[in-house]
């Protein structure tokens, strides 16, 4: 997958000072964090003299942001994390917590912050009997709790394609990935969440919030179904378990991956394209997925992303995999090959292979090397994109004088996800069939201007009739909070009248506002993109 990415958002996780994570303890208070064990681990402070700041520092994803705190606090249970929020509200800094470092921008390195709280060293995965759940703490990275998971126990959850990505902001901004189409998001397997908090008396604690209906602090879970990172408190650990699971083993509490994926790319010449076969690829792919992306389709494990590369990188790929162990895996798989190649005057070259499904999830095919700089936004899809908008991207894209490494990418959406209602979880796009992450990727930092108003162009361009941005409940479906973008809150550039907030939570913000003030009423958590109190 040629020179673009896509990425989480920012983290948040942790956990006590002095105190580790235990699981298949005896059954908790509810709302109550497990503070009761001791760890030989203590917490470690990192200030700009030490020669761990930056690497510590310099860990975040998109390099046009680099923290400069005050100082960095490594943690490694929830003890410690409440420490060092006390610590912090006591001294009047502003808090970030980093999880795995992948926010696209700058939420978390924003030359405001004074205390950046890195959760990396909390990524335990076990099985807690008491909860009769999975326990990931947020630091976590996906990969490790893919294979932790697939290992001991035969199951998974469905988040991201992407392994170095951090728990702690995918699973709070919503999550999504290869067997969200079968299983569902990855928030609706959530089950609790531990989140330290501040009250209004500036009292720090520990909360363990779950989605059991009678849970006083229930909305507090809820808010962490899709409401954004770094917003109401620091995530220490979130429990997975798929509601309607039953029974005292764990290996039936998760879906349970396949044991091969079916692999296809699809590969098409720049040199090869003209405007009218481009516009094919893209119309063809978008119809397929109106198509075929309802619940419980013979599609159903699909997992595609179509990457409209620029012309400086001189291809356009198709990506696709599959359940291989399907008794009709390869005529599905060539069925949705020939429908997206239908009718395209260009050569394209076709690779197929099979992979054993661990082995094919763990490969990270979004290392942009030396592009280190980058600029995205995001978009839901209700509908294919018109001829419109996709001669706009044929504009952008074809144009051989710009030359950064620009992506168009359409991932496979909708069908499980698409059976919650939109209000059950603060995840509201519940209809859509594709997602959208438009990058561009640069190494010259003298060079920022000039491809973030290429990227800012291209989208208004895009979304000219709509007012710069994908509106709501049309074609479009507003943008996905862990693809961040600031340009949305820019009445310049967000001409539509719609507020930003809408365009990613729509009816469920004002609840996320109650939330907010419920549990950070002194707003200590808070960014360019944060939920504000009601």
Known sequence: MPGVSRRGFLGAAGAVAGTAVVTGTPARAAGTADTTATTAVDAVTVTPADPRYLDLTARGYNARFTAKPDSVRLVHTTGQVISAVKEAVAGGGRIAVRSGGHCLDGLVDDPDVKVLIDMSEMNAVSYDSARGAFCVEAGAMLGHVYRTLYLEWGVSIPGGTCPTVGVGGHVSGGGYGAMCRQHGAVVDHLYAVEVVVVGADGTVRAVVATRDADDPNRDLWWAHTGGGGGNFGIVTRYWFRTPGATGSSPAALLPKPPATLLKTTVTWKWTDLTEAAFTR??????????????????????????????????????????????????????????????????????????????????????????????????????????????????????????????????????????????????????????????????????????????????????????????????????????????????????????????????????????????????????????????
């Open 281 to 534: 690829i893209v119309r063809n792919h978008g119809a397929w997925h109106e198509a075929n992306s309802a619940p419980g389709t013979a599609y159903e494990s699909l997992h595609s992303v179509l990457i409209l590369n620029n012309r400086a990188q001189g291809t356009v790929v198709l990506n696709v995999q599959l359940d291989g162990t399907l008794s009709n895996a390869s005529a599905l798989m060539d069925g949705y090959v020939a429908a997206v190649t239908d009718g395209v005057d260009a050569a394209h070259s076709i690779s197929t292979s099979s992979w054993p499904w661990l082995k094919a999830t763990l490969k990270d095919p979004y290392d942009t090397g030396l592009f280190n700089r980058t600029k995205s936004k995001g978009a839901y899809l209700r509908k294919r994109w018109s001829d419109a908008r996709i001669a706009v991207l044929y504009r952008y894209l074809s144009d051989a004088s710009y030359d950064g490494h620009a992506g168009i990418l359409l991932y496979s959406y909708g069908g499980k996800v698409n059976t919650v209602a939109p209000a059950d979880t603060a995840l509201a796009q519940r209809d859509s069939v594709l997602k959208a992450n438009f990058t561009t990727y640069w190494s010259d930092a003298a060079q920022d201007d000039r491809h973030i108003a290429w990227m800012r162009a291209l989208y208004r361009d895009m979304y000219a009739d709509t007012g710069g941005v994908p509106l709501l409940d049309g074609a479009d479906d507003g943008s996905y909070i862990n693809y961040p973008d600031v340009d949305l809150t820019d009445t310049t550039l967000n001409t539509s009248g719609v507020a930003w907030q809408k365009l990613y939570y729509k009816g469920n913000y004002a609840r996320l506002q109650r939330v907010k003030a419920a549990y950070d009423p002194k707003n200590v958590f808070h960014h360019a993109l944060s939920v504000t109190a009601a």
